[in-house]
Each structure stands twice: as structure tokens, then as C-alpha cells.
């Protein structure tokens, strides 16, 4: 099974702060180094020839060796962090140049910060360029599976050339990223959204925990968890099936996949808002969302209403990927062999969402349009995350220990089925 990669954006995968953490303790120990190296080279002296092997002067030079690379250390850990700040303003300023005149605005001053930086360091902009130059291509595991399985029939090249543009598309289109304050456009549909079971629950203590919770191929849709907390509040939590097919796949059908990712309201989201609001969520209330490749969209919509506060999301094979803004954790797994996350277009090139927000990525290497999308896989994929020592573990981890603290959950699931569209009701 292939490890996971955890990353802040498409070509940022390591969290600065951590880095620029770590070049203090190691300044720290630097610092204790050259203290005993000054204490040695004083016995040295107070000892002279009286000590077989020059006195202390060998330890002296050992603990100079550890104070030099101490120091490279710590310089090369502060380029690295000074590296990847400069490519993320690269990659705001590309995002404001692309917004309208206020954000056109930020574009100098952003620049003027990239140069401050690279000339704070030449070796940063150096490893910063090639960063850019080397950031993951979403597309490649899949248009090399795409090469194989189709070289037999001698559409090999066409393949991959027909998903290299699409790639291109998707990227100049924008449609897979979603930007800070994007908002659904057209009357949402009406739906029917009827209780299918209700029962006590328990709060998710891990990610895959929150995994196993999103409606598969069984019963209903959508998964609501109320939780009461011990002053009293109340907070929610939502779970969302991806796609449905077959006679009667409800909200979650192809339309709404369609509808929804063209930036249009569709009954999957309208159908979860209901369930929300029928399992007692009232605007502002916390809910936390999460969801399987349709179903993550929604949850991602759901975050950039603001309707709701949301202070975290976690994504399964999400075709897109929002901006949600500083508040939200984002936890967004991708497999480099699944074709759904690729209309994300290989999402934002820098972190987005609150400080451990994060992108987690593995090959589960099937054929690209079978296993890899299932949810079964990406449950693996967070267990895998669960026993991971990365640092931005702790921030996914006190939020769910926060619901854990809940002195009851209410389960609540729901079955949906399309309603009368708004302009038909209001046709009488």
C-alpha cells in the first residue's frame, strides 16, 4: 500500500511555521553546542600537556563541528520556510491579477514582498523557483495508467492528449477552484427530505472514524450528528453520500453533480440544508462537513455560503476545492489515480483554509476509473493519516477531541427525493 504525502497546496508541502520552529530549537541547540565548545577549549588551556592526546582540545574541535553544522542547518531550514513564502505570494498575486480592480490592487504590493524576500536570501528564490518548476502534476498517474490500458487499442496518445486538455481547461475555466466568498447562483429546487432512522450516537474520535460515517450505497443520503454540549449549545455535524445511479438515486444524481459544479444550486445542496434544519441547525450554529466525492462538493459549498460557521471540512475525492477561509481546517484527501478530484484542476497552488489545513494524497494504483474513487479506499487512506506523526495532525485532532466532550449526540439520517423546482410551485 503506498504511503501518504501530506501538503499545504499543489506546490506547497511543508507548513513554514514548522520549519521556521524548528530553526529556533535548532539555534537553541546551536547555542548550547558553543557553550560547551567555549568550556572545553577553557579546560584545554587550564590542562596543557598534562592530559594524554592534547588535553580537551579534541572534544572542543567535535563540539566546533556541531555548532558549524548546527548553524547550516538552521540557515537551510529558514531559506526552505523563506522558499515557500515566496511561492505563495507568487500565487496570490496570479489570483489577484485574475480578480477585479481591488484585487489587481494587492498585485504590486505582493510583488514588492517577493522581491524583499528573494533578496533576503538568493538561495530561497533559488529553491523557490525550482519548487514551482517541480510542484506535482495531478495528471500524470492517471494519463500514465490511461497510456497503458489504452495501447492495445492505439488510442494511447489520444487519451492523454484529450485529458491534458481537459487538464487545461479545467485550470484557465477556474471552475475547480473556488475562491473566498464564491456564491451558488439560481432558485434552489425543493426536494423532499424525509427521516430515515434516528438513534444515540457518539462523537468521531479520528478521521477515519468521520470516514465510516458517510453514507455508502446502503440507506440514506445525508448524515446529521447533534451534539450537546455541556454549556448547554448546541453544535452538528454533517455527512454526505457522493453520486447516486440507478432507478431512483434521489438528490444525489448526475444532474445535481452537474449543476452544482457549474456554480449552479442544486437539490443534493438544497436537500442537505434541509436536513440540517430539520435536525435543529439554525444559521450561524457550528457544524462540521464533510462528504464523498459529490458529497464533498456540497460540503464545500456549504462552507463558502457561511450560512453556518463551519470549523472544519473534510473532503473525500472532492472535485473541487474552496477557499474557505482562515477559520476552517480543511483536510482534503485525493488519490493521484482517481479522475474526480482532477476537475479540481490540481486545486490552489498555496494553503488555504485555517494554519494545518492540509491535502493528503496516495496512489492507490488500480485501473484510474475503478477503485481509487470508492470510499472504501479513502477510509484506508485516513486511517493511514490517523497514525500520522505530521505536525497538522494536532489541530484535526483537537477539533474532533472538542465534540468528544459532548454530553450527548442524536444521530439523525435522511432519505431525499426531487421536489417541485422553485418556478414550477410558483406556477401554481
Known sequence: MAEIEIRGGRVVAVDTETLRNAAAQTELAVADADTVRAGLRSADRLLGSATIGGGAAYLATAAGAVVERGQELARALRDTATAYEIVELQARAAIAWHGDARDRGEVVDLARKVAELEASSPAAAEAARQAVADAPDPFATVARELWWTTLASGLAPVAVGALRWGAAEIRDRGTGTLPEGSRLLGKPARPTVELARSQPGSAPATVADVARRVPGG???????????????????????????????????????????????????????????????????????????????????????????????????????????????????????????????????????????????????????????????????????????????????????????????????????????????????
Do not use: C
Not at 484535526?396 to 444521530?411: F, N, P
Open 218 to 428: 446502503g440507506p440514506g443520503v445525508i448524515r446529521v450528528e447533534r451534539y450537546t454540549m455541556p454549556d448547554g449549545g448546541r453544535r452538528f455535524a454533517l455527512y454526505l453520500s457522493g453520486t447516486r445511479f440507478g432507478e431512483d438515486p434521489g438528490t444525489f444524481d448526475w444532474s445535481s453533480n452537474v449543476a452544482l459544479y457549474d456554480g449552479m444550486r442544486s437539490s443534493s445542496y438544497e436537500a442537505s440544508r434541509i436536513a440540517l434544519e430539520k435536525a435543529g441547525a439554525k444559521p450561524g450554529d457550528s457544524v462540521m462537513v464533510s462528504g464523498h466525492s459529490q458529497g464533498a462538493m456540497v460540503a464545500s459549498r456549504i462552507a463558502l455560503e457561511k450560512e453556518y460557521e463551519v470549523p472544519m471540512i473534510v473532503g473525500f475525492g472532492n472535485p473541487v476545492q474552496a477557499d474557505v477561509g482562515p477559520d476552517t481546517l480543511q483536510v482534503d484527501f485525493r488519490h493521484r489515480d482517481d479522475v474526480v478530484p482532477l476537475l479540481a484542476g490540481g486545486g490552489h497552488d498555496a494553503q488555504i483554509g485555517a494554519p494545518g489545513s492540509m491535502v493528503v494524497e496516495r496512489t492507490v494504483d488500480p485501473l484510474p476509473w475503478l477503485n481509487s474513487h470508492q470510499m472504501d479506499e479513502y477510509t484506508a487512506t485516513s486511517e493511514m493519516l490517523d497514525v500520522s506523526t505530521d505536525p497538522r495532525m494536532d489541530a484535526v485532532r483537537d477539533r474532533l477531541a472538542e465534540l468528544g466532550t459532548a454530553e450527548s449526540v442524536e444521530v439523525f439520517v435522511y432519505d431525499t427525493a426531487e421536489g417541485v423546482s422553485a418556478s414550477s410551485a410558483d406556477a401554481g
